[in-house]
């Protein structure tokens, strides 16, 4: 079997398949914030929200910085950009496949109609 080999991609599928770290990204779209306070803000201990974080931060998605006992959390420079250039990519393949699909029924019906004439 065939492995494409895409770390970066990976991490950030990997990273974005949970809801509640897709959460944590809109609630870091709107500003900087503790994880103590995301923690509050998704209702799960400390311990639980670390964790989404360092999967987020592997994935170069979020950053955190330690200053005195507070741990911030913002997003990552890295952005989304080959994760919505690969999905542009298979959504225009799919596009494709679709209206070729289209075309092939629209033919089907058009000669159905056609032998139930004569």
């Known amino acids: 079997m065939v492995q494409y080999i895409s770390p970066p991609l990976d991490l950030s599928f990997a990273a974005l398949s949970d809801a509640t770290r897709r959460g ?14 995301l923690a ?32 911030t959390c913002k997003l990552g420079k890295r952005g989304l950009k080959a994760e919505a250039e690969w999905i542009e990519a298979h959504r225009k393949l799919f596009e494709a496949r679709f209206e070729a ?8 019906k058009k000669e159905g109609s056609d032998e139930s004439a004569s």
């Open 40 to 71: 509050d803000k998704f209702q799960m201990t400390l311990t639980g929200m670390k964790k989404h974080i360092q999967v987020l931060e592997r994935a170069g998605l979020v950053v955190t910085q330690k200053v005195g006992r507070v741990r």
């Open 101 to 108: 699909l289209d075309e092939i029924l629209s033919e089907m």
């Open 24 to 37: 944590i990204i809109d609630q870091l779209g709107l500003g900087d914030a503790s994880i103590t306070s």
